[in-house]
């Protein structure tokens, strides 16, 4: 690339999944969150809906984790929904841990972790939404 020459353009296909995948994602975590706590205090059967919802997260959050890597998003973007992949992969442990093994610490950080995974996950979905068009930055 010469040095007039612009940085070549992200791909735009790629983009639109993350963002589309992004927002499920966001969605997916928010609504295990809305089922917790009917889940503890009212209906136990909710448990198994949250356990697939959890799931459904996991390959959410490690679809992302690729679509950001091909849609070249900044780096940070690409690091944070890695990151997103090996929580969401570490909170079904602790999920199970500690529901049904009835470890109190396994769940004393699955909330926190769930809060911060949601966090995470707006912030990538947000950041593929405001970066459609930009050009690729020259980073690895």
């Known amino acids: 690339m010469s040095p007039?020459?612009?940085p070549p353009a992200r791909p735009v296909a790629p983009i639109r999944a993350s963002q589309t995948v992004g927002w499920l994602?966001?969605?997916?975590?928010?609504?295990?969150?809305?089922?917790s706590g009917p889940a503890w205090?009212?209906?136990?059967?909710?448990f198994e809906l949250h356990g697939w919802l959890g799931i459904a997260t996991l390959l959410l959050?490690?679809?992302?984790?690729?679509?950001t890597l091909v849609a070249r998003?900044?780096?940070w973007t690409r690091l944070t929904s890695?990151?997103?992949?090996?929580?969401?992969?570490?909170?079904i442990g602790l999920g199970y841990a500690g529901h049904r093994g009835g470890l109190a610490v396994a769940s004393s950080i699955h909330v926190p972790l769930g809060v911060a995974l949601?966090?995470?996950a707006v912030a990538v979905a947000?950041?593929?939404?405001l970066l459609p068009h930009a050009p690729a930055a020259t980073e690895g």
Do not use: D, E, N
Request: hydrophobic share 70%; charged share 0%; aromatic share 4%.
């Open 118 to 120: 949601l966090g995470a």
């Open 25 to 35: 994602l966001v969605a997916c975590i928010a609504i295990q969150a809305a089922l």
């Open 4 to 6: 007039t020459s612009a």
């Open 61 to 67: 959050a490690a679809a992302l984790a690729v679509l």
């Open 126 to 129: 947000v950041a593929a939404r």
């Open 82 to 91: 890695l990151l997103l992949a090996v929580g969401s992969f570490g909170q």
């Open 73 to 75: 998003l900044p780096l």
């Open 41 to 46: 205090f009212q209906q136990p059967s909710l």
